[in-house]
């Protein structure tokens, strides 16, 4: 399988977690099912026993996924969630992390992770990145199907380029890996997700290579950056990599996704942030990005709309910009 899943080769092994059905969900021919959608991706998807799936169009002038992380052990908080989910018809649901509580302990995944999401993944591709509390990449390869079988990947979904990274591999093969993904992608909107925040004003910080990953960031102008581990949502001001960049990477921490929350210690690069969990629905629609935060409930937390023309961002955006220069 190829690093990048382009979107007539959707394969769903986000969706299935190909080893493991859910109770109650596809029957045991669903990967083949899969595989002829494949090949014949103009082809409307239908499952006996399940609600019907679709590949992802060539283009769509307008697309909508969700994004949380930090679920856990938090049942009943994730059910409440997951529940809200299809209300916004979502192409995609990303998860930035931490699905169980130990994830080598292979009893906890039904139970923490693919029952409360039961309604969702018999129908929607779910992409995970690795948390540290979903133990080893190999542990998590028991469930997903990663492409090559890396836990850092990439796909397109209409105009949406996302980049999911694994937060504890970061040598230089998966340097090089990502600034060739991200230059060669003609998407509008470049995402980049992973599980441990790396914000100067995170509470919490993981220890990729800021010097290799920040720059790149920049070069390739990502426009959004989402992570978890810290249970709250943040939203960070939009960071300047460079101090004569004219380009500005907004950071997400969204780590409210049904574990214990953590107390949020405002400060100076907040936009906002607030101790709640939460889900996070992004809408583009050209030049266009909607983030709508709401909680368990269905209630808005927090809303962001950035533009740009021509792949430049809004001055008024880039003119509410910090700069994060490196050492």
Known sequence: MKDNISTNELKAWGTLVQKRLVRGGPPLDVMDKLEEAINNPEKKLVLESAPAFET???TADRLTFIVYGDSRNGVETHRR???QFGRFHPAFILHTGD???YGYINSDWEPEFFEPLAGVLDHLPVFVALGNHDGTAEDLRRWFDFPGGRTWYSF???PVHVVVLDSYEHGQDVAEWLAADLAATKATWKFVAFHMPVTPYSYYLGD???QTLLPLLEKHRVDVVVAGHDHSYERFKPIRISANSDHAVTFITTGGGGARLYPV???AGHAFAVSEHHFCVFTVEGGKLALQVLDPSGQEIDHLTIT???GRLDPAYMG????????
Do not use: I, Q, S
Request: net charge negative.
């Open 81 to 83: 969630m997951a529940r």
């Open 320 to 327: 509410d910009a910090r700069t994060w220069e490196l050492p």
């Open 265 to 267: 210690y405002h400060m």
């Open 156 to 158: 397109d979904c209409g």
């Open 99 to 101: 699905a169980v509580n």
């Open 308 to 310: 740009k023309t021509d």
């Open 56 to 58: 992802w169009p060539e």
């Open 208 to 210: 990729f290579d800021r």
